[in-house]
């Protein structure tokens, strides 16, 4: 029945009712803020949202891609520059290490002109077309053999810097994304571990195919060797000398074709579901990022961590080629023990949800810190003499150590999103791409002293780039800089890691006390 307002006629005492305009009035409020609790209840529940194993799939793709031209970057842009392209080894460091002082500059810029603009293609997805292109030609420039730049360090250092202002315009974004897919944990959680196993396959086409491919394709000293892949024996010449310089460029071209399809894929595939508000993207500013420096603990925290464990990632990465070539002497075997390497980080991330679970948060990067630490304690076995030409032990070795590194570098992404949570809560804004740009400057930190510093110490301890066989006291640098120095980082990041204030418990609170504030 219609609820009518009745007037009383003061001179008779009746009642009548009053004009429809009223109650109509009242109708279409009460009906509209229907469709508003509809909506919010909607975007609530959007944001919630259960990734299907192809979202996922699809989002992963960035990482393949990122990692198939990137990671070839870190490593082996040094062995190329240091060998074929004939630059010094202390001019190839400080190259490094600038490009990476600019970035400290530019990546804060790049994480707020990102969220302070949308379009109708998303926030964060239209980056990765708009510089994911320019990044894989300037990629394939570094390796590419032009006549007259060959040894010039200014190509050298403009394409590098060049490659890396790039970068940032992809890679940020890209971690931005990662946070606006869901906000369900376990959705998270599991995209996490598939991020990681497609990553991981394209460290098996770097660390594993990409040098064995290489050395089928130099003209120089070629020779029939076992390549580790029980007994099998291919042609491979040397690609430590100039002469291979077309070896590179044809093999990491086509990489370089792989990894933009891949980023095609991940655009196509992804859907951004937890946005800023209109508000929020007006109200961006670039001293946002000092605030969040002053007042999200658990980013800073998260921060150190990563820039340890990309530092003594790429100390490893970074003379990875030099410790087969120069301390065992078996750089035909690097296919074969970088496919055992990539075991691990392909196989086993399916299980990450569950060791959290049992292991806790913290106890989960404890344990694989420590497996990282034991694999590096026996890749120091077997740089003894008279282990050189133990392929089993390089095996063993390898394994762990690379289990223990995937593991612990490839699950702390999924804190990511929980600490742009945790800064949305305490500052009112969703400052996703200026959170994610703060943690590529400690990861780029960690990549320049861990592609920089390196490169230094061979320095000081002699190593001579043209030099087919290598001092003692260089040797010794190089397995100061494999085995120990990344043992004392990843023994700090432990406790890095033991402070980090973020529970699961804490993340079930921060949602739900968003919620009540989006509502």
């Given amino acids: 029945k219609r609820a009518y307002c009745l007037k009383t006629q003061p001179a008779t005492g009746e009642t009548y009712p009053k004009s429809d305009l009223f109650n109509k009035a009242l109708h279409k409020t009460n009906r509209s803020l229907l469709r508003m609790s509809k909506n919010i209840m909607h975007s609530r529940h959007d944001e919630y949202h259960k990734l299907t194993r192809g979202e996922r799939i699809g989002y992963g ?14 490593g082996f842009l040094a062995l190329h520059m240091l060998t074929v392209n004939t630059i010094s080894t202390a001019t190839a ?41 320019p990044l894989v030609i300037l990629s394939a420039l570094l390796f590419a053999p032009i006549p007259g730049v060959k040894g010039s360090v200014a190509f050298a250092f403009i394409i590098y810097l060049a490659l890396d202002l790039v970068y940032s315009l992809v890679n940020i974004p890209y ?44 003209p120089k000293d070629r020779s029939l060797k076992d390549t580790g892949f029980f007994g099998l024996e291919l042609n491979l010449g040397n690609y430590t000398d100039p002469s291979a310089n077309y070896a590179w460029f044809g ?25 800023a508000t209109a508000e929020q993207t007006a109200n961006v500013k670039t001293t946002d990022l000092f605030h969040e420096l002053r007042h999200n603990r658990p980013l800073v925290i998260l921060g150190m961590f990563f820039m340890l464990a990309f530092t003594f990632m790429f100390f490893m990465n970074t003379v990875n080629g030099f410790f087969n070539q120069f301390v065992v002497g078996h750089s035909e075997w690097m296919g074969a023990v970088g496919l055992v390497a990539s075991i691990p ?19 989960f990067f404890h344990l694989f810190l420590a497996m990282f630490i034991v694999g590096e304690l026996l ?43 945790y800064g ?40 001579n780039e043209s030099g087919a066989v290598q001092s003692a006291s260089a040797i010794d640098g190089i397995i100061m800089t494999a085995v120990w ?5 990843a023994a700090i990041s432990m406790v890095i890691m033991q402070v980090y204030p973020i529970s699961d418990k804490h993340v079930t609170d921060i949602n739900r006390q968003l919620d009540e504030i989006r509502v």
């Fill in 345 to 363: 980080g392909i196989a086993f991330p399916v299980f990450w949800p569950k060791l959290k679970k049992i292991f806790g948060k913290k106890g």
């Fill in 61 to 74: 793709m960035g990482d393949f891609a990122q990692n198939l031209v990137f990671g070839t970057i870190g």
């Fill in 175 to 218: 971690g931005s994304l990662n946070a606006s897919l869901t906000r369900d944990p376990e959705s998270i959680d599991k995209l996490t571990s598939t991020r990681m196993m497609l990553a991981n396959s394209a460290n098996l086409l770097v660390y594993t195919l990409f040098p064995m491919f290489v050395q089928m394709a130099a």
């Fill in 93 to 133: 460091g400080f190259i490094f290490l600038f490009v990476r002082i600019i970035n400290v500059f530019w990546d804060p810029m790049v994480g707020t002109y990102v969220d302070k603009r949308t379009s109708k293609a998303g926030k964060y997805r239209p980056w990765l077309l708009r510089a994911g292109v």
């Fill in 485 to 489: 120095i990344p043992i004392a980082l």
């Fill in 251 to 275: 093999v990491y071209a086509i990489y370089m074709i792989i990894g933009a399809v891949a980023l095609f894929i991940c655009y196509k595939c992804t859907k951004e579901r937890v946005v």
């Fill in 424 to 463: 949305e809560l305490k500052s009112g804004k969703r400052n996703a791409a200026i959170i994610n740009a703060i943690m590529g400057l400690f990861l780029k930190i960690g990549f320049t002293i861990g592609g920089a510093i390196p490169l230094w110490l061979l320095a000081v301890y002699g190593f």
């Fill in 379 to 421: 890749t120091y076995v077997w740089s003894r003499e008279g282990m050189h030409d133990a392929l089993w032990l390089a095996y063993i070795a390898t394994f762990i150590k690379q289990w223990g590194l995937t593991s612990a570098t490839g699950f702390m992404w999924a804190l990511v999103p929980e600490v742009i949570a």
